[in-house]
Each structure stands twice: as structure tokens, then as C-alpha cells.
Nanobody, 125 residues
């Protein structure tokens, strides 16, 4: 059973940057594809970015392309989400997720087997 713990969320101004981290325990993260999702109040949980096991195959939601970057350090069992040029529409709870098929990045939340508890990000204009 893999446990995921996110950190790094906070309150920032529009145009600022944040880096989220997600550290896994109970299993080797290299055995999983990983992704970040976000959920605003009253909204669905949406795919943000994902990376296959090696980190070379990455996928992004159109709304964050060019601003967000996902990376992973399998030796540290950690995945990161670097978020630049944040805007108020990025305000949401951000969740890290992992699924057992490590070679592809899935965009549907239902494909993922393990989830963190979420970390809040608030962007003020």
C-alpha cells in the first residue's frame, strides 16, 4: 500500500511561483506513473500534469502548459509540480496520485490507485 503526502501549498499573489512536493512511502515510486490533479470548490477533480515512471514521458492539461512542470526523483520517492506565473484560476486543492501502470500517463482520476490528502493553493489577484 503506497501512501502519498503532498506539501508546498500556500497563498500567493498572481504571477508568483510555488513548488509542490509529493513524497511516497510503502513502495517504490518508480513502479508507478504519477500525476497531479486539482479540485476547486464545487468542481470536478481535474488532471493537471502526469509523468510516466522514468519522467521522460510527461503530459499536461492545456490550461497549464508552459507554466507548470512535473518532475520526479525516484531515488527520493518524490514527485514535484513547479507552478509558475500563477493566476487566480489556479486556486484549488492539489492532489498527488499514482497508478500501477507505470509506462503511460492517464488523465482520468478513476485510473489512479493511490491518492494523497491534498494541499491547498490560493492565488490572489
Amino acid at each position: 500500500q503506497v501512501q502519498l503526502v503532498e506539501s508546498g501549498g500556500g497563498s500567493v499573489q498572481a504571477g508568483d511561483s510555488l513548488r509542490l512536493s509529493c513524497t511516497a512511502s510503502g513502495g517504490a515510486l518508480s513502479s508507478y506513473a504519477v500525476a497531479w490533479f486539482r479540485q476547486a470548490p464545487g468542481a470536478e477533480r481535474d488532471f493537471v500534469a502526469g509523468a510516466a515512471w522514468s519522467g521522460t514521458m510527461r503530459n499536461y492539461a492545456d490550461s497549464v502548459k508552459g507554466r507548470f512542470s512535473i518532475s520526479r526523483d525516484n531515488a527520493k520517492n518524490t514527485v514535484y509540480l513547479q507552478m509558475n506565473n500563477l493566476n487566480p484560476e489556479d486556486t484549488a486543492d492539489y492532489y498527488c496520485a499514482a497508478h500501477r501502470h507505470p509506462y503511460a500517463v492517464a488523465r482520468a482520476a478513476g485510473e489512479y490507485d493511490y491518492w494523497g490528502q491534498g494541499t491547498p493553493v490560493t492565488v490572489s489577484s
